[in-house]
């Protein structure tokens, strides 16, 4: 047992010791890019593409402001869908650990409904509030996980199922 204890301790301790440190970046831009992807499947032939990408550009050490856009394209046995969104975005990060973001979107949407035959084309505007967590994957390219909330969301009137939205996404040269 005595053994076992010390080539555990032995083991652990090399592991902690051989951490690398992390080296600053050094970064002469100030623009940023990146985006998100995303796909579905679902019942009744469901099935979901979209793209968002997103140009930003570093106003001061924490503070980001850019354009952000979306397209989505959404397909079923009852009904189809095309949206397209542009907007602002200013994201504000803390200790390139967390960021808190606003990020306004105006929406195009054009909708066809399989079963009523029915065809509308409509807009929706969404300000998104929230804020996540960023983690580095790279030298200048990083993870942001966060959790957004459409503070004009209405539920009887929108088109979107909820106002709060999941939002996972790269950045690449913060």
């Known amino acids: 047992m005595k053994k076992l204890i010390i080539c555990l301790s032995i083991i652990f301790s090399g592991l902690a010791f051989s951490q690398e440190a992390e080296q600053p970046v050094q970064n ?30 570093m106003l001061t050490n924490n503070l980001e402001g850019g354009v952000l856009g979306s397209v989505s ?17 200013m994201n504000y990060y803390i200790a390139r650990t967390f960021f808190i973001s606003a990020n306004y979107q105006h929406y195009f949407i054009n909708y066809k409904d399989k079963i009523y035959n029915v065809e509308a084309n409509t807009n929706e505007d969404a300000l998104y509030l929230g804020g ?37 996404g790269f950045v690449i040269g913060l």
Not at 38 to 57: D, E, Q
Not at 73 to 89: C, D, E, H, I
Request: overall charge positive.
């Open 132 to 168: 996540g967590y960023m983690q580095r994957i790279g030298n200048n390219s990083f993870l942001q996980l966060g959790l957004m909330y459409n503070v004009l969301w209405k539920e009887n009137s929108s088109i979107f199922s909820s106002g709060l939205v999941p939002s996972i």
């Open 73 to 89: 394209w959404q397909k079923s046995n009852a009904y189809s869908s095309t949206m397209f969104g542009v907007g602002p975005f």
């Open 28 to 57: 002469n831009s100030r623009w940023t890019f990146g985006g998100g992807i995303g796909l579905g499947f679902g019942s009744n032939s469901y099935f979901n593409l979209s793209a968002a990408p997103r140009v930003g550009y």
